[in-house]
């Protein structure tokens, strides 16, 4: 069983719709990630936060909102995404060492835009 | 930024056999790991190996950070070992750069 709980799975929204995608561990990680991964391509760092506090953005459109309320869950709101915005979006958490600590993934929560 | 090279892009095998998986990186680093991602997409952690060689069961994985290069070897392979594998060297301040992956397919 994974460790890191994402949810929903799967989540089909419109492109004027409003969603949250969420994430949680219990592994007292103090640092968690966001990736995107597109059909058939690596996954691509979107954001990281250590302590709670946002550290990386990787130049992410302002459409994705990450947040992080609390040690043990992070949250990506999103609003008004584009069709090229249906991915595979993964969730991940770490020891905090400056990242340098391996990284355990969440299943991943499939994401459709009509 | 570092480049990462992964070979073969695809691997086509009958269960039983032996496999080595390769992954070439441009600059020197850290950390490495290496993950399986299986049909599904699920996105397992196989090992975290900055140097040295780790062994799990049929796998085992060898990295020579001096030379820029991180070797993982399937041995007696399974269907349920197909999917594909990702090279991930660690590039500094929480960037891990995942390569393009290996695609196996283990045949029955």
């Known amino acids: 069983d994974t460790e890191v709980t994402q949810t929903p799975k799967h989540l089909v929204m419109g492109m004027t719709n409003k969603k949250s995608l969420k994430c949680e561990q219990h592994?007292?990680?103090?640092?968690m990630y966001w990736y995107k991964q597109k059909a058939k391509k690596p996954p691509e760092l979107m954001f990281v936060y250590s302590y709670e506090k946002l550290s990386i953005n990787e130049s992410v459109p302002s459409r994705f909102s990450p947040e992080c309320p609390n040690s043990s869950l992070l949250n990506l709101h999103l609003h008004a995404l584009q069709p090229e915005d249906s991915a595979l979006y993964l969730c991940?958490?770490?020891?905090?060492?400056?990242?340098?600590?391996?990284?355990?993934f969440g299943d991943g929560t499939r994401l459709s835009i009509l | 930024g570092i480049q990462v090279e992964q070979s073969p892009p695809d691997l086509i095998l009958q269960e039983g056999a032996n496999s080595t998986l390769r992954c070439n990186f441009s600059d020197s680093v850290n950390n490495l790991q290496w993950f399986h991602q299986n049909p599904w997409g699920q996105l397992i952690n196989l090992f975290y190996?900055?140097?040295g060689t780790k062994q799990n069961g049929r796998l085992s994985a060898t990295t020579v950070a001096t030379e820029r290069y991180s070797l993982l070897y399937i041995s007696s392979s399974q269907t349920t070992d197909s999917g594909v594998y990702f090279c991930a060297p660690y590039s500094g301040t929480y960037k891990y750069i995942f390569g393009t992956g290996t695609r196996l397919k283990v045949l029955a």
């Open positions: 991940a958490s770490s020891q905090e060492g400056q990242g340098s600590q391996p990284q355990h």
């Open positions: 190996i900055p140097s």
């Open positions: 592994m007292g990680h103090r640092a």
